[in-house]
């Protein structure tokens, strides 16, 4: 609960930085559906076999359809909040966050989504129970959209750069593919 506690707390003062203040000091500003997900899905997806595909084509459609990324507010995030960026101290306490090399002006939901891989739902309502920034009634369904994506950032950087990601990356979709199928629906 005091990790919870500290790491709403720390969120709420990034996420209350002015956007302008950010963009002035050369933080950039993205949609994250159009300056990121829409090219980095047509780009994978003709990569991935196809349950794959198919899920992340149902996926995707089913997003747009309720809402997208419309409407989401745009606030500083860090862009890559992960167990590894957030430094504790011997008592459990956050000491620190590091790696802000993806901070952007975006949607707040990516910082939630990296605490929901991250922790899981559990822990992420209660950070968001000590958030004390605009909690938009969509921002769990995009948390959600943003994780079951996330192995499109495997596939694009194993290609780029020929590392094992790429074929991580094409069995995380394979198994959200598999499960989605055992239960029925896309949902991972």
Do not use: N
Not at 95 to 103: Q, S
Not at 164 to 188: I, K, M, N, T
């Amino acid at each position: 609960a005091a990790l919870a506690a500290a790491l709403g707390d720390f969120l709420t003062r990034l996420h209350a930085v002015p956007p302008a203040h950010a963009r002035a000091a050369g933080v950039p500003s993205l949609d994250l559906w159009r300056d990121r997900f829409r090219g980095l899905i047509a780009e994978c997806a003709p990569l991935l076999g196809p349950r794959s595909r198919a899920w992340l084509e149902s996926t995707t459609k089913r997003f747009l359809a309720e809402g997208g990324m419309a409407g989401a507010p745009r606030v500083l995030v860090h862009g890559d909040i992960a167990a590894a960026h957030l430094l504790l101290d011997r008592d459990g306490a956050v000491a620190g966050v590091i790696d802000f090399g993806d901070a952007m002006v975006a949607d707040p939901a990516l910082d939630f989504g990296g605490l929901l891989l991250a922790y899981g739902w559990p822990f992420t309502e209660q950070v968001l129970g000590a958030y004390g920034g605009l909690v938009d009634p969509h921002l769990r369904r995009r948390a959600r959209f943003y994780v079951d994506v996330v192995p499109l950032f495997l596939v694009q950087f194993g290609r780029l750069f020929g590392e094992g990601e790429h074929r991580a990356g094409l069995r995380q979709f394979a198994a959200r593919a598999a499960a989605a199928e055992r239960a029925g629906g896309p949902r991972v």
